[in-house]
């Protein structure tokens, strides 16, 4: 398995993270078969929530994947909190405590990394480093990031950290790829060169942040994939004659644009069936050529100036 650099960090994960949302769809012996089956194609990067399915899917994780000693430390378990019913919170009571809540459900003493889901604007950037140095300081959580997160938002909570942010996780795919078509239209009079993030892909770049991909498969916020669908004809066309081209599947090409980009990022899966999901991973064996990436990016309806 491909592997990228975390952040500005020394380690190196898989190019490829399991994404444990639907988790709680699988009984206990469908998510021990597919947590082992991720592990034996050597994706050892589960991507958690505290929110999904309610912490059932990080309960199920645990009863699925046997973390003994041994097996923990060849593992790489990443949480997000911030997200309550109604509000986000970056309180450093609610952060600690949601750190508490998820090594108790995933069954683990540390977690490798946390990250805050949603920007919370009453963030006291000060209070969150607090937060941070505790967890950092009692080995509850090794390493810290963000999601969905403004270059400027970064930048202000950064000023307060004592740790590195290594992560942003964003939505990204071929059909939402809204921080990588606004670096096109620089000094250009239409609507396209509107920069709605902040160039927050140049920003991660700069400051080496790794991107992870979430929903690298949808289009809108969760209308549905755009393989196969009937409403992207000429993006399927494109990208069925190229996976024929390497003898791959559609899903593989798709997750191959987007490990196709300098930027090194991290694609997060959502798949709970490992047939797929050994697709995704095929997409780290393969790099797509300048021509393909752009044809590609041009069928979806992307426009060059």
Same mark, same amino acid.
């Given at each position: 398995?491909?592997?990228?650099? #975390? ?48 912490? /059932? ?22 949480? =997000? ?11 450093? *009571? ?52 963000? *999601? ?7 930048? #202000? #909570?950064?000023?307060?950290? *004592? ?35 902040? /160039? ?36 399927? =066309? ?20 987007? #490990? ?46």
């Amino acid at each position: 398995m491909k592997q990228v650099r #975390l952040g500005g960090s020394a380690l190196r994960v898989p190019a490829v993270a399991v994404g444990c949302m639907r988790l709680d769809q699988l009984s206990v012996a469908e998510a021990e078969k597919f947590v082992h089956g991720a592990m034996d194609m050597g994706l050892t990067f589960f991507d958690h929530a505290d929110i999904y399915g309610g912490g /059932e899917c990080e309960r199920i994780f645990a009863r699925a994947a046997h973390l003994n000693d041994d097996r923990r430390e060849k593992v790489f378990l990443q949480s =997000k909190c911030g997200i309550r019913k109604g509000l986000f919170d970056f309180s450093k *009571s609610h952060i600690l405590s949601s750190v508490d809540g998820i090594l108790q459900r995933l069954g683990t003493e540390y977690l490798d990394m946390l990250l805050l889901h949603r920007p919370d604007t009453l963030m006291e950037p000060d209070e969150v480093a607090e937060a941070f140095d505790i967890l950092h300081n009692s080995g509850k959580v090794r390493r810290f990031g963000v *999601s969905n997160q403004s270059p400027l938002q970064m930048a #202000l #909570l950064q000023k307060s950290m *004592s740790q590195k942010i290594l992560v942003n996780q964003l939505q990204l795919s071929i059909t939402n790829c809204g921080m990588i078509r606004s670096g096109f239209n620089v000094n250009m009079e239409n609507a396209a060169s509107v920069d709605h993030d902040g /160039e927050v892909l140049s920003y991660c770049r700069l400051n080496d942040v790794t991107i992870q991909a979430w929903s690298p498969f949808q289009y809108g916020m969760f209308e549905g994939v755009f393989l196969g669908n009937a409403r992207f004809p000429a993006l399927n =066309k494109t990208i069925d004659d190229i996976a024929v081209r390497y003898g791959v599947s559609n899903t593989t090409i798709a997750a191959a644009w987007i #490990l196709r980009h300098p930027a090194n990022m991290q694609v997060v899966s959502g798949t709970m069936s490992l047939p797929r999901l050994q697709q995704i991973a095929q997409a780290a064996t393969l790099t797509l050529s300048r021509e393909e990436w752009y044809e590609i990016f041009r069928a979806a309806g992307n426009e060059l100036p």
